[in-house]
């Protein structure tokens, strides 16, 4: 026996270096693997981050892939908080500014704050696969992203750091009296019992509309009309604290950033939420100001919460002469590959499908910017049981959420019910759900969700315009005089300019130009219909032709006649389709 332990222990020793080397992770090795397999940076995806953690990644991902991130300010939150941007392109094939770019935001509102998690994912992934994967690697070559994970950094944090529900709150942080008595901000959710968290309020009363559910004991219902209840709901956790006999009517804010858009904006009166004026928010303005100055922005999306949504404009019906035909073309064909790859989500239209909503963020990207965008509400009753009744209702919703924290959440996800003394109603019950569950995704499918978010935006992104110039004819012609034809095609399914864009010359047409040194231009043309060879000829400036779009998947022609042969460059320029050029000689 004490030889064979002499024997083993011989072996083992002789197996160490070699046991040592082939767990060496050499870069060959992390390649095979797959670069988001086996990170530079590593990141936990099953949890959300504060926003001096966002910073922390961000700087993180930056000294990583300096070639690859880039992280800046696009201005300042209501509390002096950078609003930062990851701009993730390949650096070193141009200017992310030369390049048709995707915008991606989330968390506007305040208790959405996956929005956050999925932004900061698609940097870091994309960072990672680049190198590795090579549809991602092209795609960083010739794109470029500009992401802001929040664009409500202090309402973030104060959900993350502060007691609240899983509502609150929505607005940002500037200081608003809601309840028109000169005091700000002075009633908002009380923690009566010192838990961390903002939950319901329910008392006794024989007159009460309101029993518990018999099979879910925290779950409350409305008895029927015939029926006799035992509770009466008070609302969510808080006391009259300025004794105007209502109780948290004036918390932190309020507005909604979601409302306060420079597009189709109506008076609070009319919307609520939608504050002061457009772009009262400090916010909201830096966003408008650095999308406005980078016209190469060619696709937009943000993320909210809650319901499992894909939704385009516009907010209100009366706005639906807005969205172009050949543009709602695209916005289909684009979500509908979204339903494939969200299961559970729906494509809808905000005021058609859902409610009505001025002022909104997807309006003013698409109505005042021509930019193909999207909102997605991410999490969906799907996520829980693989499967959504569409005809349970609001209750039977509730119900299944109950469940769900009772048999995967092992009751995490709510407080039971508990005795508390409230200064104004005497003795109460709280209990309900924590601020953590119902609209955000647990810990474990966190990472799904944002990995099929991402998905679909870089679909979109991909789908932007990729031009290439197909063909380039020389014909010669008498006198010494050659016509020279070059089509410029467009091999996405996006345009380089929407038809919303067009019609409003908000960005400037692209441009199809031809130089040479001794090159003598006589004329140039833009060919309409190149099978009857119409033309259109352009009498000022005729070495670069201007041309309204190159439709997606499709072409466009130009014509020069030139008086010499030689070597010509001709080159394409395209605000949101980038830049492309070749020499010729003839």
Request: aromatic share 10%; with cysteine.
């Amino acid at each position: 026996m004490k030889h064979n332990l002499i024997l083993f222990i011989l072996i083992f020793a002789h197996m160490l270096p070699a046991m040592a080397e082939s767990q060496k992770r050499t870069p060959a090795s992390l390649k095979a693997m797959g670069a988001p397999n086996a990170p530079q940076v590593e990141i936990a995806w099953n949890r959300y981050y504060s926003y001096d953690e966002v910073m922390e990644i961000a700087d993180r991902l930056q000294k990583a892939f300096p070639e690859l991130v880039a992280v800046t300010s696009i201005g300042k939150s209501v509390q002096g908080r950078d609003l930062i941007l990851l701009t993730v392109t390949n650096h070193q094939t141009g200017r992310a500014e030369a390049k048709p770019a995707m915008y991606i935001d989330g968390n506007i509102h305040s208790n959405e704050i996956q929005g956050t998690e999925v932004s900061l994912y698609t940097a870091w992934y994309l960072a990672e696969s680049f190198g590795t994967v090579e549809w991602i690697t092209d795609l960083l070559n010739r794109k470029a992203f500009y992401i802001v994970p929040s664009i409500n950094p202090d309402a973030r944090d104060y959900f993350i750091r502060r007691p609240n529900s899983p509502h609150s709150p929505r607005s940002g942080l500037l200081p608003r009296d809601d309840d028109g008595d000169g005091a700000i901000d002075e009633d908002g959710y009380d923690d009566l019992n010192g838990d961390g968290e903002i939950v319901q309020m329910r008392r006794l009363d024989k007159r009460g509309r309101w029993i518990a559910d018999p099979q879910i004991p925290n779950l409350m219902i409305r008895v029927e009309a015939d029926q006799k209840g035992k509770y009466e709901l008070l609302g969510w956790e808080g006391i009259d604290n300025d004794n105007d006999g209502r109780i948290n009517e004036d918390g932190p804010g309020y507005y909604d950033p979601n409302r306060n858009w420079g597009w189709n904006w109506q008076p609070d009166y009319v919307q609520r939420g939608a504050d002061q004026y457009p772009f009262s928010i400090p916010e909201n303005r830096a966003v408008a100001e650095f999308v406005t100055s980078h016209i190469n922005i060619a696709g937009a999306q943000s993320y909210h919460n809650a319901g499992g949504m894909i939704l385009r404009g516009p907010g209100a019906e009366e706005d639906e002469d807005l969205y172009k035909r050949e543009d709602i073309e695209i916005y289909d064909f684009i979500a509908k590959r979204g339903e494939e790859m969200l299961p559970g989500y729906r494509y809808m239209v905000v005021g058609k499908d859902m409610y009505t909503v001025y002022g909104g963020e997807l309006d003013w990207f698409y109505g005042a910017r021509g930019i193909l965008t999207f909102t997605n509400e991410l999490w969906t009753s799907v996520d829980m049981f693989g499967q959504q009744d569409d005809d349970a209702g609001w209750f039977g919703r509730r119900r299944d959420t109950h469940r769900f924290d009772r048999l995967l959440l092992f009751g995490e996800g709510t407080v039971d019910w508990q005795t508390v003394e409230h200064p104004q109603y005497g003795e109460i019950e709280i209990g309900g759900f924590r601020k953590s569950w119902t609209r955000t995704a647990p810990s474990f499918l966190l990472e799904e969700l944002c990995h099929r978010n991402m998905a679909f935006t870089l679909y979109h992104a991909d789908q932007m315009p990729l031009l290439s110039i197909d063909t380039v004819s020389v014909t010669p012609l008498e006198g010494g005089i050659y016509q020279i034809d070059v089509v410029i095609g467009n091999q996405r399914l996006i345009p380089t300019r929407t038809q919303q864009d067009i019609g409003n010359g908000i960005t400037p047409p692209d441009v199809v130009a031809i130089d040479g040194e001794d090159v003598d231009i006589i004329a140039g043309f833009f060919v309409k219909e190149p099978l009857y060879d119409e033309v259109a000829e352009q009498l000022y400036h005729p070495d670069s032709i201007r041309i309204e779009t190159i439709p997606g998947n499709g072409k466009a022609q130009v014509r020069w006649l030139l008086a010499a042969s030689g070597t010509v460059r001709i080159t394409c320029r395209s605000q949101k389709g980038g830049v492309i050029s070749e020499k010729y000689t003839f």
